[in-house]
Nanobody, 123 residues
């Protein structure tokens, strides 16, 4: 059974950076796309970023130019570098294993999810 564990969240001020990590076990990590989503209280889950098996990357409009996704297949880990954080980035961030090698933006295309890590950005 797949296990997905996120880490690296925290509380920062606007303009600062955080790096989220997501380590996966129980699946052939290198075979699948990986995605990051976020959800703020009272809001729907939002696509943040995804990376395909071939390391093609995709970003939501609200984070383009500020966030960078990467993967380390040897470590079964995907990262989300978040720079120039804004208060509107405050949310719980979830990592997910895609159902295919292709990176997609819809959450229905992801099979295994972590418990999330909280990111809070104050102004």
């Amino acid at each position: 059974q797949a296990q997905v564990v996120e880490s690296g969240g925290g509380s920062v001020q606007a303009g600062q950076s955080l790096r989220l990590s997501c380590t996966v076990s129980g699946v052939i990590f290198e075979s699948y796309a990986m995605g990051w989503f976020r959800q703020a209280p009272g809001q729907e889950r939002e696509f943040v970023s995804a990376i395909s098996r071939a390391s093609m990357t995709y970003y939501g409009d609200s984070v383009k130019g500020r966030f960078t996704i990467s993967r380390d297949n040897a470590a079964n880990t995907v990262y989300l570098q978040m720079d120039n954080l804004k208060p509107e980035d405050t949310a719980r961030y979830y990592c997910a294993v895609g159902s295919s090698p292709i990176a997609r933006t819809a959450s229905r295309n992801y099979d295994h999810w972590g418990q999330g890590t909280q990111v809070t950005v104050s102004s």
